[in-house]
């Protein structure tokens, strides 16, 4: 009889023990492995972001609130509008260094749009400058593009698709494209010419519940290609020179401010998966060490009958090892199948492009908390057994006949 | 399997069914009839609507599984109602992937989609892990009987 057998034995004796230990542990890695693989795969969906951006550097006002509203946008789609003064994009344009630019106007819709629900984001750009968005289509819109008057280019997930309308401010789009999937802001925002733009600003006053006030020349941003080769940091340093009253955004800076909001929460959850795994090992350790006193006289029988303490103490780590393996393994697993069901609501939830990281990554994750949570919960329900088999067989025996 | 530990079981199973029911009503609410949410003018019941009510209707079954073992802890019950666990978890999930009632919610990222289906078959495995644990634990004690 090895001590495998006998510690699967002692687990089958008494179920709702070894279940009531199990349980904490499956909680505590779940919830770990869950919040481990959130943080990661958004860190890699910041990195994909700022990847796929398309332009080197982007212009906008100057002050940190905006700086903070652009960045949203361009994550998760929230809406932002602020608007630069009106010769910013001559001189941006001149300085040496700046192979392409591209400008865009930010629009919010109205709450109770006619179309839709909730408010969206509308980006209105010059089709004949534009390098950021037209490359995402799905398909050939240019035609299309050349032969409507009002169209718009729809992100992936806007409940909209290829010759739909909705009407915006008064003036009604027709949509001429989608555009794939990002996972970015993009996927959320409606785009529409710079032309149709000044037009439904001008039928806004007659046609829409509230007017909207888009001076003519009014930008919000402007998204600059550098000049293949050229130092990113100098020509920002340039731009913010040329026109004192924007501020540069680098795409690594947009890494960089995302990467802060998540640190911050990442934070606060580490804390709290810290404290529930400190509470789940004390509930198992707790829970462990009081079914090993109960069977203290069956351990002294044991020691009286010839088991040395050697193997009484491997037959009591088997069975806890049996016990947190397996309830560590189920609780990785467990985490691992939320995240990956939940894994466009959390997306939504937490204004991140994605949530799961890569199945090597989250493979590895799985793996080291699996090992290293068993570990943990072993040394933790081990430690106050010690003592116990210190004792000797006759007042084990005798100790254990009394409980 | 003891008396307490059935019990605990068949509190555990009242809860999943509560939750298989629940969740398409308050904790992920799904398309109620009448109210799409988008194109006001338009207000056709969807299939989503009919996909909580099958949902309803199976958490209630489950919960009824897990009053009858709570109330009957017998090797016969166990291996019963272990048996139908099994197939109501299975069906719970088939349900949740457009099997029974087909595709729900053309828009993909629908709270539809991305809450309640997700949420149904994490619950619907759970069911299934719950009868089968009820009923290999208790082979024994019915073949024996």
């Known amino acids: 009889m090895n001590g495998w057998y006998l510690a699967l034995s002692q687990i089958k004796r008494n179920p709702l023990r070894s279940a009531l230990m199990a349980i904490g542990i499956v909680i505590a890695a779940a919830f770990m492995t869950a919040v481990a693989l959130l943080i990661v795969g958004v860190n890699e969906g910041i990195t994909n972001t700022v990847k796929r951006l398309g332009a080197d550097i982007m212009v906008v006002p100057r002050g940190e609130k905006i700086a903070r509203q652009f960045n949203e946008a361009l994550l998760t789609g929230k809406p932002a509008t602020f608007y630069l003064a009106t010769a910013t994009i001559e001189k ?46 799905k398909d050939e819109a240019g035609l299309s593009i050349s032969q409507m008057e009002d169209w718009m280019i729809v992100g992936d997930r806007i409940l909209l698709r290829k010759g739909s309308e909705a009407q915006f401010y008064g003036t009604t789009f027709t949509v001429a494209g989608v555009l794939e999937p990002t996972g970015t802001g993009m996927d959320w925002t409606i785009y529409i010419s710079e032309k149709s733009l000044r037009k439904m600003v001008t039928g806004s006053g007659t046609k829409a519940e509230m ?17 293949a080769g050229a130092d990113l940091i100098d020509l920002a340093e340039k731009i913010e020179q040329a026109a004192p ?24 959850l580490g804390c709290i998966v810290a404290g529930l795994w400190i509470m789940a090992l004390v509930m198992s350790g707790v829970i462990f060490s009081m079914a090993v006193r109960e069977r203290r006289s069956q351990i002294g029988l044991l020691i009286a009958k010839g ?7 491997g037959m009591l780590t088997k069975e806890s090892i049996l016990i947190a393996a397996t309830s560590c393994l189920s609780g990785c697993l467990m985490g691992l199948l939320i995240v990956f069901s939940f894994r466009e609501l959390l997306s939504n939830a937490l204004g991140a492009s994605d949530v799961l990281p890569t199945a090597a990554t989250a493979g590895l994750f799985v793996a080291a908390f699996s090992v290293l949570g068993t570990a943990t919960a072993v040394i933790t329900a081990i430690m106050p057994v010690i003592p116990i088999l210190r004792t000797e067989p006759y007042e084990a025996i005798k100790q254990g006949a009394a409980t | 399997m003891t008396n307490i530990a059935s019990r605990v079981v068949a509190v555990i199973v009242a809860v999943l069914g509560l939750s298989v029911a629940l969740i398409p009503k308050y904790i992920f609410p799904i398309c109620e009839s009448g109210n799409l949410g988008f194109f006001s003018s338009y207000s056709p019941i969807m299939r989503c609507f009919w996909f909580g009510r099958i949902e309803l209707f199976m958490g209630g079954l489950v919960v009824l599984c897990g009053l009858t073992l709570f109330f009957r802890p017998t090797p016969d019950s166990h291996f019963a109602i272990g048996a139908l666990l099994i197939g109501l978890g299975v069906v719970i ?49 019915y073949k024996a009987k």
């Open chain 1, 211 to 227: 007017p909207l006030r888009i001076r003519q020349g009014d930008y919000s941003s402007i998204l600059v290609k550098a000049q």
């Open chain 1, 245 to 268: 009253e924007i501020q540069v955004i680098l795409s690594s800076t947009v890494a960089k401010l995302a990467r802060g909001q998540l640190f911050a929460t990442a934070y606060v």
């Open chain 2, 93 to 141: 999930i088939l349900v949740s992937m457009n099997v029974v009632i087909g595709s729900t919610c053309g828009h993909k990222g629908s709270l539809c989609q991305i809450g309640t289906k997700p949420a149904e078959r994490i619950i619907g495995i759970i069911i299934i892990i719950s009868g089968l644990t009820l009923t290999i634990s208790n082979i024994k004690r």
């Open chain 1, 307 to 313: 088991a040395n303490k050697n193997f009484i103490f």
């Open chain 1, 92 to 137: 941006v344009s001149r300085v040496p260094g700046v192979e392409n630019i591209s400008s865009q106007i930010f629009v919010e819709t109205l709450t109770n749009a006619r179309c839709c629900a909730g408010k969206f984001f509308i980006v209105a750009f010059d089709p004949d400058t534009d390098f950021t968005v037209k490359p995402w289509l």
